[in-house]
């Protein structure tokens, strides 16, 4: 729980919930650098690197492309974002499944 608070505060500045979870679980996975080197090429490449679905998580599945870890932004080289990327999905899917039960 201590990491998870840290996580959350390291990420404060996101100021949606929901999307900050999303970075929270994926730096609980990869760590916050890997998850800080995609939100970094999220920016460069202009996509928004406070959101996850659609741009943050598409640059965590680029960071074992030598053509992405590479780069000056990059500050933790490569890493195999497809587990981070699978990890958070995985925990929101099952959580939408929780949430559904708990409504009927």
């Given amino acids: 729980s201590k990491l998870i608070n840290q996580l959350n505060t390291h990420y404060a500045f996101i100021s949606n919930a929901d999307e900050r979870l999303n970075f929270i679980l994926a730096a609980y996975n990869a760590g916050p650098g890997h998850v800080d080197d995609a939100r970094a090429l999220a920016k460069k490449y202009g996509k928004n ?3 996850w679905l ?7 599945l680029k960071m074992s492309d030598s053509q992405y870890y590479n780069q000056p932004e990059v500050k933790y080289g490569y890493f195999r ?3 981070t990327y699978d990890y958070v999905n995985s925990i929101r899917a099952r959580w939408n499944e929780y949430k559904k039960k708990i409504r009927n």
Avoid: L
């Fill in 49 to 51: 690197p406070n959101v």
């Fill in 54 to 60: 659609g741009n943050v998580d598409t640059f965590v």
């Fill in 81 to 83: 974002g497809g587990e």
